[in-house]
């Protein structure tokens, strides 16, 4: 059996002062959650001369990896401290770089501009950088668009409502992305397989087996990958499908695309994402590269040896009395 040595590196920082590298930390827990666009961190100290009121203060950079000696530690966390406990022991509340999003407003028209083009100047509105602006929109430029004293996290929220695509900042980073939400999912190096009773905890696994439909409909672009032709629009609904029911929404970018190709491609997606799968939260091994979105395997023996593939709605990362684990929500089959 390999015995793994967990580890950390928190690195405070703010402009007046150069990175400290802070040895002593109780516990830390990162929430990637899939219902706020910041992760939070919270961050505990034990009792220490070293630790004083005068080591941190609001709107310090927060540079938080996790990972083990035998493999390196990755970075998990980046973003300011927001909360500054008034006692001791020492406790800092920190949101990521996404928070930046929420802060200030501005009034702008942008006229026959791609959806890409608006999304830029919003992350640049919040300090941050566009890691990947795809150049194919999804649908056609939205003509007028108005931003009326908006934050830059509304005016984002409304370019992934009338395109189907989603929009984060990267895990680690201060970049932003806005994009076909599948496309950084397949750059994954490696999608991790977690076993109950292995990787994963039996005495805190709370999981279920589906077999629910989440998914109603499903709707493909396809784009020219020539630009010879505008793009496709295909779609396939359930039986019983409701306004307001659950849709998916998906880009490709193919030779000669027809209504037919599209129409076939959802149907294909539909049941892709119609399949089966576990709900609910477990206890497992800590993973730095584990984000909310990844794609896991899961293998539960309760209920069958088959991995099937989950992606992770909600993960916790807990580094506490030299353990690091994860605690992950995942709610049916891969999306």
Known sequence: MVVLNPRFRLMISREDKPVANVRGLKSARVTM???EPADVCQLDFPNAR?????????GD?????????????????????????????LHLKCESAASKSKKGSYTKTYVNEPWHVIAADAFERSGLTARRVPHKPATDPPGLFRV?????????????KE????WYAVPGTEEGYFGPPQEELEKEAQVFLYTVGENAYADDCRLEYVAVRRIKKVVVTLADADYQTAPVIGEFEAPGYEEGDP??????????????????????EYLHVSIKGYKGSFRAVGNPLIRQGSNINLVVPKYDNTP???????????????VYDMVIQVEGGED
């Open 33 to 35: 959650t899939k219902k």
């Open 50 to 58: 070293e630790i004083t009121f005068d080591l941190f203060e609001k």
């Open 61 to 89: 950079v927060v540079d938080l990896w996790m990972g083990y000696k035998e493999f390196g530690v990755y970075p998990v966390f980046i973003g300011e401290v927001k909360e500054v406990a008034p006692n001791l022991p």
């Open 148 to 160: 009326d004293n908006e934050t830059p996290a509304q005016v984002l929220d409304r370019c992934v």
């Open 163 to 166: 395109t189907g695509w989603s």
């Open 247 to 268: 849709v998916k929404r998906l880009q490709y970018t193919v030779s000669r695309p027809s209504k037919a190709k599209a129409d076939d491609r959802a149907k294909q």
């Open 308 to 322: 099937r593939r989950t992606k992770v709605e909600n993960v916790d990362h807990v580094f506490e009395g030299g």
